[in-house]
T-cell receptor, first 115, second 110 residues
């Protein structure tokens, strides 16, 4: 079964704690992305990676960090520096060839709540 | 001004109605366009890629107007199951990232 998995589905964190969200894909995609979605709003790009061992900041990277050590995996760490981390976090992947047909496919998401 | 703008709605229509959503984009270097569907508390799922001047898939028709910089999505014969939020997505030439609109919410009622 090919696809993108994210874990956990729900995550609760105390203020001041770092937390890492998992994203794994077995689609053999080169590109992976992390988005944040707040209620009633669209998706905002946090970080993206076009290839292993390389990644770029998106529009709202402050307070987040990522790594891309393996093609299949793109974990996101929400640090204590992120002022308002409660949100729905979505991971996506695409072939990454930058052709006009290059399409992003999403994992089921992780809901993070800071208590 | 946002790079990608959508009418947030909500659009409330009866079953069987035809409904259209518009999406405008500000960067003329835009290359690729997509419509995604997002159900409540779920991930977005690809509905249609939009290429050339437009394309059709069953009850769904997407159109692209590069001169006016907008994309539209037309849904004919609306079903209850079409109730969702529809996200417009634009990717710019040679860019590795895409920009999402905030979405248009559709509710189809019996």
């Amino acid at each position: 079964d090919g696809g993108i998995t994210q874990s956990p589905k729900y995550l609760f964190r105390k203020e001041g704690q770092n937390v890492t969200l998992s994203c794994e894909q077995n689609l053999n995609h080169d590109a992976m992305y992390w988005y944040r979605q707040d209620p009633g709003q669209g998706l905002r790009l946090i970080y993206y990676s076009q290839i292993v061992n390389d990644f770029q900041k998106g529009d709202i990277a402050e307070g987040y960090s990522v790594s891309r050590e393996k093609k299949e995996s793109f974990p996101l760490t929400v640090t204590s520096a992120q002022k308002n981390p409660t949100a729905f976090y979505l991971c996506a992947s695409s072939i990454g060839d930058r052709s006009w047909t290059d399409t992003q496919y999403f994992g089921p998401g992780t809901r993070l709540t800071v208590l | 001004r946002k790079e990608v703008e959508q009418d947030p709605g909500p659009f409330n229509v009866p079953e069987g109605a035809t409904v259209a959503f518009n999406c405008t984009y500000s960067n003329s270097a835009s290359q690729s366009f997509f419509w995604y569907r997002q159900d409540c508390r779920k991930e977005p799922k690809l509905l249609m890629s939009v290429y050339s001047s437009g394309n059709e898939d069953g009850r769904f028709t997407a159109q692209l107007n590069r001169a006016s910089q907008y994309i539209s999505l037309l849904i004919r014969d609306s079903k209850l199951s079409d109730s969702a939020t529809y996200l417009c997505v634009v990717r710019y030439t040679n860019a590795g990232k895409s920009t999402f609109g905030d979405g248009t919410t559709l509710t189809v009622k019996p």
